[in-house]
């Protein structure tokens, strides 16, 4: 094990040997390459150019419509929900009326998450679109005594 160890030690230090001993090449009194590249570029005009998100957290998603990945967070939200962790399952269930729409399960889903959340503003609104998509639904009547439940 230590064998390899120094093996491997030894062939980075020769590797980083080489490295320095190719930046050496370029002629002491030339310019840096990054000075040479900030000459080159062309003038822009008033535009300011937005530099990339670091933070992947920070940056918003662009939703379309996409019915697997709907399925997908209303699976996750429910594993949330299972958990007792309701305000996660809430969001995924969100994101995935974000994502498709015309989700029956995850505006119901929703609607009893920010029920439980005691949102009821949330709740009344996620039973409203609800009754909008599935008005043929089984449970439809059912909905529509607790959206009036919640009214109260």
Known sequence: MSRRLLALLALGAASLAAQSAGDSKTPPDSPPAQLKTEHAKPA?????????????SLASTKFSFNPLQS???????????????????????????????SNREAWLLLGDADERLKDKDGAR??????IEVASD????AEIRKKLAKLQN
Do not use: H, M, Q
């Open 71 to 101: 399925k997908k967070d209303v699976a996750v939200g429910k594993e949330y929900a299972k958990k007792g962790n309701y305000r996660a399952a809430a969001r995924r269930f969100l994101e995935a009326t974000k994502w498709d729409d």
């Open 137 to 140: 639904a089984k449970n439809a």
């Open 44 to 56: 822009t005009s008033d535009i300011e150019e937005v530099p990339a998100e670091e933070d992947v």
């Open 125 to 130: 609104s996620a039973y409203r679109k609800y």
